[in-house]
Nanobody, 124 residues
Framework: QVQLVESGGGSVQAGGSLRLSCAASGGTFSRYTMGWFRQAPEKAREFVAGILWTGVTISYADSVKGRFTISRDNAKNTVYLQMNSLKPEDTGVYYC?????????????????WGQGTQVTVSS
């Protein structure tokens, strides 16, 4: 059983930056594809970014390309999401998720474990 704990959320003005972290425990982190998803009020949860367990393949939602960067540190069992040039439409609860040897990082239905989420609020 893998436990995921997100941190780093908060409130920022448009154009600002935040760095989210997701610390994993209870499994062999390097075997998991890691993803970030978000859910805005009254909207469905959506894919933001994902990084394969190999660390080689990275994917992003079109809405965040060029602004967000996902990375992982297997030595620290942590995945990060650097968010720059934030917009009000980036507001939502951000979740990290883990998929054992996953190869479809954009598909939330593939993920086995989820964190509790961290709130990100971007004001205009």
């Amino acid at each position: 059983q893998v436990q995921l704990v997100e941190s780093g959320g908060g409130s920022v003005q448009a154009g600002g930056s935040l760095r989210l972290s997701c610390a994993a425990s209870g499994g062999t982190f390097s075997r998991y594809t890691m993803g970030w998803f978000r859910q805005a009020p009254e909207k469905a949860r959506e894919f933001v970014a994902g990084i394969l367990w190999t660390g080689v393949t990275i994917s992003y939602a079109d809405s965040v390309k060029g602004r967000f960067t996902i990375s992982r540190d297997n030595a620290k069992n942590t995945v990060y999401l650097q968010m720059n040039s934030l917009k009000p439409e980036d507001t939502g609860v951000y979740y990290c998720a883990a998929d054992h040897y996953g190869n479809r990082p954009h598909s939330q239905f593939e993920y086995d474990f989820w964190g509790q989420g961290t709130q990100v609020t971007v004001s205009s």
